[in-house]
Nanobody, 115 residues
Framework: QVQLVESGGGLVQAGGSLRLSCVAS????????IGWYRQAPGKPRELVAT???????NTADSVKGRFTISRDNAKNTVYLQMNSLKPEDTAVYYC?????????WGQGTQVTVSS
């Protein structure tokens, strides 16, 4: 059973930074694509950024230039560096990994940006 554990969320003032981490465990196969999604209250879950095993990234327009995704394949870990945070970035951030043909989700970590 694959488990994804996120960490690094919290409360930060607008303009501040946070770094989220997601560690995958229990996978016998390499992770194909892994990334971050977020869901604000009353809104659908949306893509933030993803990264493939080869290092190709896909980043939402709303966070381009502020958020950077990276991964350490040896540690089965993906990071999301979030700079210049805005109140509209407030959401629960979820990690999602695709391993072979199956997708796995983490439990989420809350990010709250105060104005």
């Amino acid at each position: 059973q694959v488990q994804l554990v996120e960490s690094g969320g919290g409360l930060v003032q607008a303009g501040g930074s946070l770094r989220l981490s997601c560690v995958a465990s229990g996978n016998k196969f390499s992770i194909n694509t892994i990334g971050w999604y977020r869901q604000a209250p009353g809104k659908p879950r949306e893509l933030v950024a993803t990264i493939t095993s080869g290092g190709s990234t896909n980043t939402a327009d709303s966070v381009k230039g502020r958020f950077t995704i990276s991964r350490d394949n040896a540690k089965n870990t993906v990071y999301l560096q979030m700079n210049s945070l805005k109140p509209e970035d407030t959401a629960v951030y979820y990690c999602k990994a695709r391993i072979v043909l199956t997708e796995y989700w983490g439990q989420g970590t809350q990010v709250t940006v105060s104005s």
